[in-house]
């Protein structure tokens, strides 16, 4: 059976060679999400084949080198960034560093793992948000494991189901880190978590970025307004 690898080179090839297609990593980038069944025949079938093989690969290595809970981590704060902020769908570098950031988190590694670049160019300042929160942020706050928070989310899911019904989807699950300390989306904490398990985490203000520490990276996440 042919690998993966494989199959891509002998794609990659035939669009570069026989198709003359010389912008190709820019066509990979843009359709590294787009479902290559969905594609209409001919070249742009064999463009989205190629992204999606080439995807595959990469989520092989980051999984060989130990790094699939910190891809899990980025690709699931690539996935929420908003449709109008093209800069932000991908990871992007800033400061020597990998960053993924969608507006209310934003996480950067010591070591970059394989992801795709944004389609476009990042220009947010994302080293100065980790430097203001870093320098601000000096009230230690208990880090819960990963257990607690998935059980706490099924639970309150659960919950708000029976509470809303259809409309359960749109309720956020919010996780409180006790009385006069800020309150956070509980799903965008556990992503976090997930790629910095054991991170220390401090606060500054009950409106101001969190900030956590890890030997693998850094990471900042935006507390929600509450009537608390």
Same mark, same amino acid.
Not at 35 to 45: L, R, V
Not at 150 to 176: H, P
């Given at each position: 059976m042919l690998s993966r690898s494989t199959i891509y080179q002998v794609v990659y090839d035939y669009l570069v060679n026989n198709e003359g297609i010389k912008n190709?990593?820019?066509?990979?980038?843009?359709?590294?999400?787009?479902?290559?069944?969905?594609?209409?025949?001919?070249?742009?079938?064999?463009?989205?084949?190629?992204?999606?093989?080439?995807d595959d690969m990469r989520t092989e290595s980051n999984k060989a080198s130990g790094k699939a809970n910190i891809e899990k981590a980025k690709r699931a704060i690539i996935k929420?960034?908003?449709?109008?902020?093209r800069q932000l769908q991908g990871a992007f570098f800033s400061g020597g560093?990998?960053?993924a950031c969608d507006g209310y988190r934003a996480i950067r590694l010591n070591t970059p793992i394989d992801l795709p670049a944004p389609p476009e160019p990042c220009t947010v300042d994302i080293g100065r948000l980790f430097a203001d929160a870093q320098h601000n942020a000096t009230t230690p706050l208990e880090t819960p494991s990963q257990g607690e928070l998935?059980?706490?989310?099924? #639970?309150?899911? $659960?919950?708000?189901? &029976?509470?809303?019904?259809?409309?359960?989807?749109?309720?956020?699950?919010?996780?409180?880190f006790g009385e006069d300390r800020?309150?956070?989306?509980?799903?965008?904490?556990?992503? #976090?978590?997930? $790629?910095?398990?054991? &991170?220390?985490?401090?606060c500054s203000t009950m409106t101001a970025p969190l900030y956590f520490s890890h030997a693998d990276g850094e990471a900042i996440l935006l507390p929600v307004r509450t009537n608390k």
């Open positions: 190709i990593d820019a066509l990979l980038e843009k359709w590294e999400a787009t479902d290559p069944t969905k594609a209409i025949s001919g070249a742009p079938a064999l463009i989205t084949l190629c992204a999606a093989l080439r929420t960034a908003p449709e109008h902020r560093k990998q960053c998935k059980s706490y989310i099924k #639970i309150t899911k $659960a919950e708000n189901k &029976a509470k809303y019904g259809k409309s359960a989807s749109r309720q956020r699950v919010l996780w409180d800020p309150v956070v989306n509980a799903v965008y904490l556990l992503d #976090i978590l997930t $790629a910095f398990p054991d &991170a220390a985490i401090t």
